[in-house]
């Protein structure tokens, strides 16, 4: 066997061992996340939106109050944070939001949520101490939504477009709260 190859077969070798001590001392990158990343995506007329999140499960837990608490900020999902995409300008609430890439965070509270929609980009949603990473000198926009009582539990958060009646909205959903934001082309 030549020198190359055994070099080659000695840096796959440590490669393979520094993998497994990775995935057995700091992240199984073998199991499936906890909150698995997901997309929301619609297309209409000429109207690209897509929302790209993490969902974290609800498993038996009190979320809103408890895990996620009211009145402090959220990174409005799990792990990384969110981010919202859209080809064109909006209309939202009333509001106009440039076309863009945006990072989404959310105050929820028991009787409606605040929603910003923040120009800054974020690695991760929050820092080492798990405090938000937001900084609210880059929202672009920031507004409230009523909180709506669903009669069904949402296991897995989710982030929705919904256009059923014609009228475009973005809906969040977890445990038995709905958020719904109004959406239109400017």
């Not at 900020?73 to 064109?88: C, D, H, I, K, L």
């Not at 820092?127 to 937001?134: L, R």
Request: hydrophobic share 40%; glycine share 4%.
């Amino acid at each position: 066997m030549n020198s190359f190859l055994k070099r080659l077969l000695i840096i796959l070798a440590f490669v393979a061992v520094g993998l497994l001590c990775y995935s057995a001392f700091v992240e199984n990158i073998f199991s499936p996340r906890l909150s698995p990343k997901d997309s929301a995506k619609i297309e209409l007329n000429d109207l690209n939106l897509k929302v790209e999140y993490n969902r974290p499960s609800r498993r038996e837990r009190k979320i809103f109050g408890a895990l996620v608490p009211f009145n402090k900020v959220w990174r409005t999902g799990a792990n990384e944070a969110t981010t919202f995409q859209t080809n064109m300008d909006l209309r939202i609430n009333g509001m106009r939001l440039a076309k863009g890439k945006y990072t989404v965070w959310t105050v929820p509270m028991e009787n409606n949520w605040k929603i910003m929609f923040n120009t800054r980009q974020y690695e991760w949603g929050v820092n080492e101490k798990m405090e938000p990473m937001w900084d609210p000198n880059y929202d672009a926009i920031e507004l409230e939504a009523a909180v709506k009582e669903l009669d069904e539990t949402v296991e897995k958060f989710t982030i929705a477009f919904d256009n059923t009646t014609g009228k475009l909205k973005l809906t969040f959903a977890w445990d038995t709260t709905l958020i719904e934001i109004p959406i239109e082309a400017y």
